[in-house]
């Protein structure tokens, strides 16, 4: 069967978690997913199944711009594929079908602090380059945004602050 993304389900919760938890050291990013699933709105949640199994997932929660915060804006965090299926374009396929759906749902921009090699290839470049400064102490070349309306950046410089729920782990 081919890989699939598609949204989030209720019955998925179990499976993200434990993509999760194979992808990275600690539970970090499992606890934050929950976390954000519980508090935040509005979320944009895909996975990536192959052969009826969850092998990624990405996440999109709402940012504030200060003091732009009229402003829709998402985080990209976290992403996770599982290590066994890593290398084979499911990261790349959930950036992309997550990108298309905040696109659709009409949000202005989306930033991620993430691997300077990876997430230029979607569009991102340094948030810098738009005088948007990350809430964290962080190279210059790991925060990134990318505008989903063009120039809607033009003129909103400031400061991203994430969802209070980043603030718990």
């Known amino acids: 069967m081919p890989r699939h993304i598609r949204a989030e389900r209720p019955e998925d919760i179990a499976a993200i978690r434990a993509v999760n938890l194979?992808?990275?050291?600690?539970?970090?990013?499992?606890?934050?997913?929950?976390?954000?699933?519980?508090?935040?709105?509005?979320?944009?949640?895909?996975?990536?199944?192959?052969?009826?199994?969850?092998?990624?997932?990405?996440?999109?929660s709402p940012v504030t711009l200060l003091p732009h915060p009229e402003l829709p804006i998402m985080g990209l965090a976290p992403m996770a594929v599982l290590p066994a299926s890593q290398r084979q374009g499911i990261g790349s396929a959930l950036v992309r079908e997550g990108l298309e759906l905040c696109r659709q749902l009409w949000f202005a921009a989306v930033v991620v602090l993430g691997h300077a090699e990876f997430y230029p290839r979607f569009g991102f470049v340094p948030a810098s380059r738009f005088a948007l400064k990350c809430e964290y102490d962080v190279p210059d070349e790991?925060?990134?945004?990318?505008?989903?309306?063009?120039?809607?950046?033009?003129?909103?410089?400031?400061?991203?602050?994430?969802?209070?729920?980043?603030s718990g782990i």
Not at 37 to 48: D, E, N
Not at 142 to 161: D, H, N
Request: glycine share 6%; net charge neutral.
């Open 22 to 60: 194979a992808a990275f050291d600690t539970a970090t990013e499992a606890d934050l997913i929950e976390a954000l699933r519980l508090r935040a709105r509005p979320l944009v949640s895909m996975v990536a199944e192959d052969a009826g199994a969850i092998v990624g997932h990405i996440l999109f």
């Open 142 to 166: 790991v925060f990134m945004a990318l505008e989903l309306r063009q120039a809607i950046l033009r003129g909103k410089s400031g400061t991203i602050r994430y969802h209070a729920a980043f």
